[in-house]
C-alpha cells in the first residue's frame, strides 16, 4: 500500500491537519480507493502524540457526518474504511477507540446493496450526492456510474463557468450527472438539458437530478437516441453549449455520435466540447477520423484545471472542441 500511496499524493496538499482531514473527507464519501487516503500523516501523528484524537477527528468528517447519515457510501465501502483506522491504530499502540469499534459494529450485520451513494464536495462546500450501481457495468449500459472524464470536464468547467453562465446547455450521454449537476449548482445556466438514452440511466439521472434540488423550471432529463435524433428536435433544444464525457468508449458507437454532432453543428453554432478518457487509442483515433469525415474539425482544449474532486488523474484525459469545416469560396 505504500509506494502506491505515495504515488498517488505526492502532488496534493498534505501538510496540515485542516488539509488532512478534508481529503479523508473528500475522499470517503466519493468511494476512493483507501490507498489514496493520506494514510502517511495519519502513522506519524499516532507515533509522535500516541493518541487517538486525530482518528476520533477523522471519523467525525466521515462515518459520523451527516452526509453519511443522510447518503451513505456503500456497507462494504465503510467496513473497509474502517477496519483500515483499526489497524493503523492498533499498529501505533494507541488506546482503542469505543465511538470507532461502535462505528463499525453497525455496519458488520448490515447487509449491502447493489446500489450506494457518492458525495461529491464543490468548492463552495456542498456536496453533489448521487445514486449510483456498485458495478460498473448493469444491465447492459456503463451509464449507472461516474466515470473519470466526467469529474475532469466538471472540474474545467468550474474553471470556465462564463462557458455556462445563462446559457442553454445540452449534454450528451449524461449518466448519472455529477458533471451537469455540478454546473447547474455552481455555473448559472439559463437552462440545462440532460440527455441519454438507456431506460435505467434516465430513471437513475432523474432521481439524482431531484436528489439535488434542481427544479423542472431550469433543468429537462430527455431521451436523446444518437442514430434517430431529428435536426427538429436539436433546434427545439436551442442549445448554446454542447457537452460530454466519456461517451467515446466503444467503436460501435461512434458513428451514431458523430452523425448527431453533425446534426448539432449544422443547427445551430454552438460550442461542442467532448471530453474523453483514452483507454483504446485505436477507439478514439477512429472517432477523430470520422469527425474529419464528416467535416468536423477538432482543437485539443489545453492547460491544467483546478483538482477539485478525488478521482485517478494517470488516466489520459482529453478534451477537444468540435466546429464546422469552413469551405472556401472558389
Not at 53 to 59: E, K
Not at 99 to 120: H, R
Request: proline share 3%; hydrophobic share 35%.
Amino acid at each position: 500500500m505504500e509506494r502506491s500511496e505515495q504515488n498517488q499524493t505526492s502532488g496534493s496538499k498534505r501538510d496540515n491537519k485542516v488539509d488532512v482531514l478534508r481529503d479523508f473527507r473528500e475522499s470517503f464519501f466519493a468511494m476512493s480507493q483507501l490507498v489514496s487516503f493520506p494514510w502517511t500523516f495519519l502513522e506519524k501523528d499516532l507515533e509522535s502524540n500516541k493518541s487517538s484524537d486525530l482518528i476520533s477527528d477523522i471519523l467525525k468528517q466521515t462515518c459520523l457526518h451527516s452526509l453519511c447519515q443522510k447518503f451513505p457510501p456503500s456497507v462494504r465501502y465503510k467496513k473497509l474504511f474502517l477496519s483500515e483506522l483499526i489497524r493503523r491504530q492498533e499498529v501505533a499502540g494507541c488506546d482503542p477507540l469505543d465511538e470507532l469499534y461502535d462505528a463499525l459494529a453497525e455496519v458488520v450485520g448490515a447487509e449491502d446493496s447493489t446500489e450506494c451513494y457518492k458525495s461529491y464536495i464543490l468548492p463552495s462546500g456542498e456536496a453533489v450526492s448521487l445514486l449510483e450501481n456498485v458495478a460498473l457495468i448493469s444491465d447492459g449500459t456503463t451509464g449507472l456510474v461516474t466515470w473519470d472524464a466526467a469529474l475532469y470536464l466538471a472540474e474545467w468547467a468550474l474553471d470556465h463557468r462564463q462557458t455556462f453562465t445563462g446559457r442553454t446547455v445540452l449534454e450528451l450521454g449524461s449518466g448519472v450527472g455529477l458533471t451537469g449537476i455540478a454546473i447547474c449548482r455552481s455555473c448559472g445556466p439559463n437552462r440545462y438539458v440532460f440527455s441519454d438514452c438507456h431506460p435505467r440511466v434516465l430513471q437513475k439521472l432523474r432521481d439524482n437530478v431531484r436528489l439535488n434540488g434542481l427544479t423542472e423550471r431550469t433543468v429537462g432529463v430527455e431521451e436523446l437516441d444518437w442514430t434517430s435524433a431529428s435536426e427538429e428536435q436539436i433546434a427545439q433544444i436551442g442549445a448554446d453549449t454542447v457537452i460530454a464525457a466519456d461517451v467515446v468508449y466503444d467503436p460501435d458507437v461512434v458513428e451514431g455520435l458523430v452523425e448527431l454532432l453533425s446534426k448539432i453543428l449544422r443547427c445551430s453554432s454552438p460550442e461542442v466540447f467532448i471530453c474523453s478518457t483514452i483507454r483504446n487509442q485505436e477507439t478514439y483515433g477512429g472517432f477523430k477520423q470520422q469527425l474529419e469525415k464528416a467535416g468536423i474539425v477538432h482543437h485539443v482544449v489545453t492547460g491544467a484545471v483546478s483538482e477539485v474532486f478525488p478521482y485517478n488523474r494517470v488516466s489520459a484525459v482529453e478534451m477537444i472542441r468540435l466546429f464546422r469545416r469552413r469551405h472556401r469560396r472558389q
